[in-house]
């Protein structure tokens, strides 16, 4: 069975500076990667996802993924945080036999001013 | 932007009371999920359907059931509400397709609180 691993639960970082929120996954077959991002309150908004090719993908909102199959990670980056950006962020894999999704625990991001 | 809209949105109830989440979305999609969210944690899946009468049970166990007699349409319903059923419901729908992997469209939520 798929798993994902978020490992740090929350991040703090000032605005203005660089952010990379760390994703590992453990899954049999070519994974199928997503990041989603939850403001306080509100349901998961897709930031960007990997099915194949460049192993660097863009997104919204100014946020990139990096696919990296011998380290099964897939990172988030951005490379100037702004406030608005603090939220909750999910990384998870799907499984293309019945289009399922596991989800990591999540990174909390909090933004300092 | 994604339509999928689940109401209430936020339900505070008394124990053993029954209680039913709506979900509807209006794109089509033939697949329809319920997740459960623990505050602070992770999102488990409690149900999914793959159409109009499908129902299937997700990774975590969940004493609330499903319907879809409609395609739009994906409630959930809790018989007897209990305070361990206090947590954030989560819905969700995608399109069939013969892609690979079809990405799934979030509603904004049900916070349920149960005294």
């Known amino acids: 069975a798929q798993s994902v691993t978020q490992p740090d639960i929350h991040i703090t970082v000032s605005e203005g500076a660089s952010l990379e929120l760390r994703c590992n996954y453990s899954y049999g077959a070519t994974p199928y990667l997503f990041w989603y991002v939850q403001s306080p309150g509100q349901g998961l908004q897709l930031l960007l996802k990997y099915f194949s090719g460049d192993t660097l993908v863009q997104g919204i909102k100014g946020f990139e993924a990096e696919f990296k199959r011998s380290q099964s990670s897939f990172n988030l980056r951005k490379p100037s945080v702004h406030w608005s950006d603090a939220a909750e962020y999910f990384c998870a894999v799907g499984d293309n036999a019945g289009n399922m999704l596991t989800f990591g625990g999540g990174t909390r991001l909090m933004v300092k001013p | 932007e994604a339509d999928i809209y689940q109401t209430p949105r936020y339900l505070v109830i008394g124990t053993g009371k029954k209680i039913t989440l709506e979900c509807s979305q209006t794109m089509g999609h033939d697949k329809m999920y319920w997740y459960q969210q623990d505050p602070g944690m992770e999102l488990h899946l409690i149900h999914y359907?793959?159409?109009?009468?499908?129902?299937e049970k997700g990774d975590l166990s969940s004493e609330s059931t499903v319907s879809r007699i409609r395609t739009e349409h994906f409630p959930l319903t809790l018989e007897s509400a209990r305070p361990s059923h206090t947590s954030q419901y989560l819905c969700?729908?995608?399109?069939?397709?013969?892609?690979?992997?079809?990405?799934?469209?979030f509603g904004p939520g049900t916070r349920l609180t149960v005294l």
């Open positions: 359907s793959y159409g109009v009468n499908s129902t």
């Open positions: 969700a729908s995608s399109q069939s397709s013969e892609r690979a992997f079809d990405e799934q469209f």
